[in-house]
C-alpha cells in the first residue's frame, strides 16, 4: 500500500507488517502520521471494506429468513391440527 505524508508530501510504500491507520514517521520530515492509502490503494480498501459489509448483510438476512420461517412453522402446524380436530358442541 503507498501512503503519502499529510506536512511534506512524500511518498513511500508502506511495509507488508503495517496496517493502514498505523502510525509511521515521514522519512522526509519526520512527521508522525496514522498511515492511510494512497489514489487507487485506497479505492481497492474502500471496495473491501463494502464487500465485507455486503457480506455482513446478507449474513444477517440469511438469518433472519432462517428464523422467521422457523417461528411461522410451528404456528402453521398447531393452527392445522386446530383446523382438522373435530369439535363437539355443548347443547
Given at each position: 500500500?503507498?501512503?503519502?505524508?499529510?506536512?511534506?508530501?512524500?511518498?513511500?510504500?508502506?511495509?507488508?507488517?503495517?496496517?493502514?491507520?498505523?502510525?509511521?514517521?515521514?522519512?522526509?520530515?519526520?512527521?508522525?502520521?496514522?498511515?492511510?492509502?494512497?489514489?487507487?490503494?485506497?479505492?481497492?480498501?474502500?471496495?473491501?471494506?463494502?464487500?465485507?459489509?455486503?457480506?455482513?448483510?446478507?449474513?444477517?438476512?440469511?438469518?433472519?429468513?432462517?428464523?422467521?420461517?422457523?417461528?411461522?412453522?410451528?404456528?402453521?402446524?398447531?393452527?392445522?391440527?386446530?383446523?382438522?380436530?373435530?369439535?363437539t358442541e355443548?347443547?
Amino acid at each position: 500500500m503507498h501512503i503519502q505524508c499529510p506536512s511534506c508530501h512524500a511518498r513511500t510504500k508502506l511495509s507488508p507488517g503495517e496496517a493502514e491507520g498505523a502510525r509511521v514517521r515521514c522519512s522526509e520530515c519526520g512527521r508522525v502520521f496514522p498511515a492511510r492509502a494512497i489514489g487507487d490503494d485506497r479505492r481497492a480498501v474502500g471496495r473491501r471494506r463494502w464487500l465485507g459489509v455486503l457480506l455482513a448483510a446478507a449474513a444477517l438476512a440469511a438469518g433472519w429468513v432462517a428464523l422467521r420461517s422457523a417461528s411461522d412453522r410451528p404456528a402453521a402446524a398447531a393452527g392445522a391440527s386446530r383446523a382438522s380436530a373435530p369439535t363437539t358442541e355443548a347443547r
